[in-house]
Nanobody, 123 residues
Framework: QVQLVESGGGLVQPGGSLRLSCAASGNIFSINAMGWYRQAPGKQRELVAT???????NYADSVKGRFTISRDNTKNTVYLQMNSLKPEDTAIYYCNAGGTGWNSREIYEYDAWGQGTQVTVSS
């Protein structure tokens, strides 16, 4: 089983910065795309940014130029650097990863989610 653990959330003033981290662990054979999603109160979960194993990135229009996604394949970790934060960025941020895992019987595809980390932007 593959697990994702996020860290780095918190309270920050508008215009401030935060860096989120998400580490994958378990019986990992490969990790393909990794990404960050967020869900604000009363709203649906939305994509923030994704990154492929080769480093290609994709961003939501609302965060382009402010957020940067990166990954360290040697550590099975994905990061989200968030700059120029706005109150509308307030949400629970979730990490996602897809790839193949293994157990004693088989190699299988997984789509794993972290437990979420709260980001609050407020003065």
């Amino acid at each position: 089983q593959v697990q994702l653990v996020e860290s780095g959330g918190g309270l920050v003033q508008p215009g401030g910065s935060l860096r989120l981290s998400c580490a994958a662990s378990g019986n990992i054979f490969s990790i393909n795309a990794m990404g960050w999603y967020r869900q604000a109160p009363g709203k649906q979960r939305e994509l923030v940014a994704t990154i492929t194993s080769s480093g290609s990135t994709n961003y939501a229009d609302s965060v382009k130029g402010r957020f940067t996604i990166s990954r360290d394949n040697t550590k099975n970790t994905v990061y989200l650097q968030m700059n120029s934060l706005k109150p509308e960025d307030t949400a629970i941020y979730y990490c996602n990863a897809g790839g193949t895992g293994w157990n004693s019987r088989e190699i299988y595809e997984y789509d794993a989610w972290g437990q979420g980390t709260q980001v609050t932007v407020s003065s």
